[in-house]
């Protein structure tokens, strides 16, 4: 009977235990999750500068920049310069074969120089056929004056009239002849301006100083008008071109200060103005562009890199600051916890200019208050939870 006991206590104490385990390792995780302290980071607020800036992302761009091709077509033969090179006004690039186009400017020369010749052998006719038509109005004079004492037959005045008539002929042939070669010379000198004209064409220079940065073509490389063979940039104005959300373009203006960050060189920031504002908005992405001049550009550079600008709208000394971070929302409204006397207090905050990582608090704030936020990113605070820094 004792023993059948024993076992009915032992089988009530399994079932309170098998029950009763679960539910307090429940009750213990509750109490945890609800009761215990929340590990936070802290922070005390404190008075300072911020700076309200823009961000745009974009390129760095050359604001004159051209592309060297030729104006006629032919066979490269030279390349005088190579991508990364600087060159100056007016300096030899490219030369392309002129072997041909020499010999139709000989040709050309010599077409020139036969044209000029002819018309001096016109003039010579010309004196000439003056001097015949001299002789023949002199002639014509005297048998006139003999006709007229019947001392000239009037066959011989016809014949006298006849040969005048045929000088004058002559010379009217001759003025003829050389207006139409000063016609041919005119043209032979256009033709001979016109292939030497291609032959200078053959040898292309640089516009204005500058930097190639690229190069497109070889020598032995056959190519036409417009084709490309060098690319070069005037270094003297490089500036990045910026796509920022059209909502900030309110507070942009020409010659505002920047801060540009390469890529290549992030943890270093490199002056800039603002050079000017775009006019046009891209109606997908809703940005528009935003040339930023770049006072100071890094070491090594190159044209199209890309980059981060931060372009200063405005600027606060002495104001209450807090990290973007510690931000709380609520309900739409910007709060922020504070840790009051171990535990945790959501405010309602009011604030004004927003920096990439800071903001100022209007009202709600004061130095010396210490906002908190949870150590670990995934946990949430609540009003009135035990707090542990």
Do not use: C
């Not at 992030?266 to 930023?292: M, T, Y």
Request: proline share 5%.
């Amino acid at each position: 009977m004792a023993i059948a006991s024993w076992r009915s206590v032992n089988r009530r104490l399994w079932r309170i235990l098998r029950i009763g385990a679960p539910l307090a390792l429940v009750a213990a995780f509750v109490y945890w999750i609800r009761f215990a302290p929340s590990v936070v980071v802290r922070h005390e607020v404190v008075r300072g500068e911020i700076v309200a800036e823009v961000l745009g992302t974009g390129t760095l761009e050359a604001r004159v920049k051209t592309t060297v091709s030729p104006k006629i077509s032919g066979r490269i033969d030279q390349i005088l310069v190579d991508q990364g090179d600087p060159v100056r006004r007016g300096q030899l690039l490219v030369r392309l074969d002129s072997l041909e186009l020499q010999q139709q400017v000989a040709i050309a020369q010599a077409n020139r120089e036969a044209a000029a010749a002819a018309i001096d052998r016109l003039k010579t006719d010309k004196e000439r056929a003056i001097a015949v038509f001299n002789q023949e109005r002199k002639s014509h004079g005297r048998v006139e004056a003999l006709f007229a004492k019947n001392a000239a037959s009037r066959e011989e005045m016809e014949r006298a009239t006849e040969a005048v008539a045929v000088a004058q002929a002559g010379l009217s042939r001759a003025e003829a002849g050389i207006t139409e070669g000063q016609k041919l010379l005119i043209a032979a000198e256009k033709t001979l301006h016109y292939h030497q004209a291609r032959l200078a064409d053959t040898e292309i220079v640089a516009p204005f100083d500058g930097l190639i940065v690229e190069r497109q073509r070889d020598p032995g490389d056959v190519v036409v008008p417009a084709s490309a063979v060098l690319t070069l940039i005037s270094t003297d104005e490089l500036w990045i071109s910026a796509w920022v959300d059209e909502s900030e373009m309110a507070k942009l203006s020409d010659e505002q200060s920047a801060r540009i960050f390469f890529r290549s060189e992030p943890e270093r920031s490199h002056q800039g103005k603002v050079a000017r504002l775009g006019r046009k908005a891209d109606p997908e992405s809703r940005e528009f562009i935003v040339d930023v001049r770049v006072i100071d550009l890094p070491r090594n550079w190159a044209v199209g890199q890309r980059a981060e600008v931060y372009i200063e709208t405005a600027r606060k000394p002495g104001v209450i600051l807090l990290p973007s971070k510690y931000l709380a929302m609520r309900e739409d409204r910007p709060g922020v916890f504070l840790n009051r006397d171990g535990r945790a207090e959501w405010k309602s905050l009011k604030l004004g200019l927003r920096a990439p990582e800071t903001v100022e608090v209007v009202e709600g704030l004061d130095p010396g208050d210490l906002a908190v936020i949870p150590a670990d990113p995934r946990s949430t605070l609540r009003d009135g939870q035990r707090i542990e820094p």
